[in-house]
């Protein structure tokens, strides 16, 4: 029972455990995120990447451009996941792709689907930019983010 107890109660179950936590944070989701949705959007080229503008646009006013708005939504889960993946700009990239997840979620609700899924991804990447992308990470490798001890 004592056992149990440290398991489950114990502020730091092993060593750099919030490391580990945040490394893991980054690269599941980001993983699923290019597999099941970038790496499509990236491959299908433009007239998949103004169906996605065309798609999201119009639900805030903007009737232009759906090629460009497309592509950052590829580029986004199909390139700015890999970013978060290896923590290089993570903070930049969890930026864009949180505004990506907004309007896909955005876009499923008005089209009467369910909007979980972008939701959750949008949830995960906004903690990213909370907590950074943690000491396992090429931003702070090379220095562009401090950790405290």
Known sequence: MERLKTILFKENLFDNNMDWGI???????????????????????????????????????????????????????????????????????????????????????VDGESAESAFIYLTIYVCLIVIGPGKYSLDHKLGLIKIKK
């Open 23 to 109: 490394l893991t944070l980054r690269i599941i989701p980001s993983f699923y995120l290019f597999y099941y949705h970038g790496l499509r959007k990236l491959t299908n080229g433009m007239s998949s990447w103004e169906w996605l503008g065309e798609a999201a646009m119009p639900l805030i006013g903007i009737e232009f451009g759906f090629v460009f708005f497309g592509f950052l939504a590829a580029f986004s889960e199909g390139v700015l996941t890999w970013f978060v993946m290896v923590g290089f700009f993570t903070r930049l990239s969890s930026i864009f792709i949180v505004i990506t997840m907004f309007f896909a979620g955005l876009f499923h609700l």
